[in-house]
T-cell receptor, first 113, second 112 residues
Framework: NAGVTQTPKFQVLKTGQSMTLQCAQD?????MYWYRQDPGMGLRLIYYSASEGTTDKGEVPNGYNVSRLNKREFSLRLESAAPSQTSVYFC????????????FGPGTRLTVT | DAKTTQPPSMDCAEGRAANLPCNHS???????VYWYRQIHSQGPQYIIH???NNETNEMASLIITEDRKSSTLILPHATLRDTAVYYC?????????????FGAGTILRVKS
């Protein structure tokens, strides 16, 4: 099992450009999450999907949109990137019913110039 | 979700026990204590969780005080590979969507 995979690993955008970060999990988990981590800080929740077909805002949702494409995939879209969105983005998943553990992907390092 | 307070950094000698404290004085009755760690910018890794009883797994032990206002994560024989940022998190059980709120954590440096 690959666990949680994220693409791309690195990305540089110019201000105003758009892009979609992709996340997929092969553990048949119900819940998926997007976090961002700024230098020297803990992770902050952007959006989450408790189950397929539902999405909810987290702590810092402004400037982002998400799509739970199916049970495996959860994407994060930046419609008009801003320098303040320079960060490392982590996707995670968990089995809402059975597990207390969230499994994290390796992260996407995004720089907006 | 209740807020947690952790020391910003700690040092530990290799082979010794690392004891990482966490204060969560506003924890409510159904909230769990979770511990995660993050090694050098990798994705966080789950370590252990508990409600009110002490817990032990292959990685660590979790000691929760009787009043549940604080806890200690114990790595019994720390190695250099345990150098990481350790996050203490208080959150709802999984049925509520299991949202985690990460603070700044404790940087643990294991030294030879």
């Amino acid at each position: 099992n690959a666990g949680v995979t994220q693409t791309p690993k690195f990305q540089v955008l110019k201000t105003g450009q758009s892009m979609t970060l992709q996340c997929a999990q092969d553990m048949n988990h119900n819940s998926m999450y997007w976090y961002r981590q700024d230098p020297g800080m803990g992770l902050r929740l952007i959006y989450y999907s408790a189950s397929e077909g539902t999405t909810d805002k987290g702590e810092v949702p402004n400037g982002y949109n998400v799509s739970r494409l199916n049970k495996r995939e959860f994407s994060l879209r930046l419609e008009s990137a801003a320098p303040s969105q320079t960060s490392v983005y982590f996707c995670a998943s968990s089995d809402r019913v059975l597990s207390y553990e969230q499994y994290f992907g390796p992260g996407t390092r995004l720089t907006v110039t | 979700d209740a807020k947690t307070t952790q020391p910003p950094s700690m040092d530990c000698a290799e082979g010794r026990a690392a004891n990482l404290p966490c204060n969560h004085s506003t924890i409510s009755g159904n909230e769990y204590v979770y511990w995660y760690r993050q090694i050098h910018s990798q994705g966080p890794q789950y370590i252990i969780h508990g409600l009110k009883n002490n817990e032990t797994n292959e990685m660590a032990s979790l000691i929760i005080t009787e009043d549940r206002k604080s806890s200690t994560l114990i790595l019994p024989h720390a190695t250099l590979r345990d150098t990481a940022v350790y996050y203490c998190i208080v959150s709802q059980p999984p049925g509520s969507g299991n949202k985690l709120v990460f603070g700044a954590g404790t940087i643990l440096r294991v030294k030879s």
